[in-house]
């Protein structure tokens, strides 16, 4: 079994700030993890991914996510937000080695950016 | 290369009626599944399909239905349409089983 908390529903910043939206895990097999950036009316586009390789993963757009296994944590933070940032976020895990291969995605994290 | 594409954008349907919607993947990705989004429920997983053959299913009923065929596309197929089926429906595509997923814009299916 395997299952996504993310933590806070919505994250309000201002621009120029960092993000940190936060995410913890559970799988019963060794997991790939992902971070989905979602816009108004749009599809789901991969930010980056955890493969069990490095466990700090840089994205696009600036974002990246460090896998703390210990804590069961895969956090995605910024250095500085823009306004172009504000989207709806999902962490994903996919149990990687298991039979029944889905992705279970987290609820979601809503970022606003201030000006 | 292309993306994933999902056919049609938008869709208004009447209670009772059936629905057909399509993915065409990423050109070489085997591996296709299909996800359900509302405000109330997130993304849920409906199936997945695998050199044509459903290797997965979500907990939803036999009312949704899939299939996908030689080329790698796919179909879902909803019969019996109730209110609550009214959801964006995003399709995902994969080069192998368990990596990461490229999604297609969704169809917006609205019941009345």
């Known amino acids: 079994a395997q299952s996504v908390t993310q933590l806070d529903s919505h994250v309000s910043v201002s621009e120029g700030t960092p993000v940190l939206l936060r995410c913890n895990y559970s799988?019963?097999?060794?997991?790939?993890l992902f971070w989905y950036v979602q816009h108004p009316n749009k599809g789901l586009q991969l930010l980056l991914k955890?493969?069990?390789?490095?466990?700090l993963v840089k994205g696009i757009n600036g974002f990246e996510a460090e896998f703390k296994k210990s804590e069961t944590s895969f956090h995605l933070t910024k250095p500085s937000a823009h306004m172009s940032d504000a989207a709806e976020y999902f962490c994903?895990?996919?149990?990687?080695?298991?039979?029944?291969?889905?992705?279970?995605f987290g609820k979601g994290t809503l970022l606003t950016v201030n000006p | 290369k292309a993306g994933v594409t999902q056919t049609p954008r938008y869709l208004i349907k009447t209670r009772g009626q059936q629905v057909t919607l399509s993915c065409s993947p990423i050109s070489g990705h085997r591996s296709v599944s299909w996800y359900q989004q509302t405000p109330g429920q997130g993304l849920q997983f409906l199936f997945e399909y695998f050199s044509e053959t459903q290797r997965n299913k979500g907990n939803f009923p036999g009312r949704f239905s899939g299939r996908q065929f030689s080329n790698s596309r796919s179909e879902m197929n909803v019969s019996t349409l109730e209110l609550g089926d009214s959801a964006l429906y995003l399709c995902a595509s994969s080069p192998l089983r368990g990596t990461e997923a490229f999604f297609g814009q969704g169809t917006r299916l609205t019941v009345v």
């Open positions: 799988s019963s097999y060794s997991p790939s």
């Open positions: 955890y493969t069990s390789a490095a466990t």
């Open positions: 994903v895990v996919s149990a990687s080695g298991g039979s029944n291969y889905k992705l279970t």
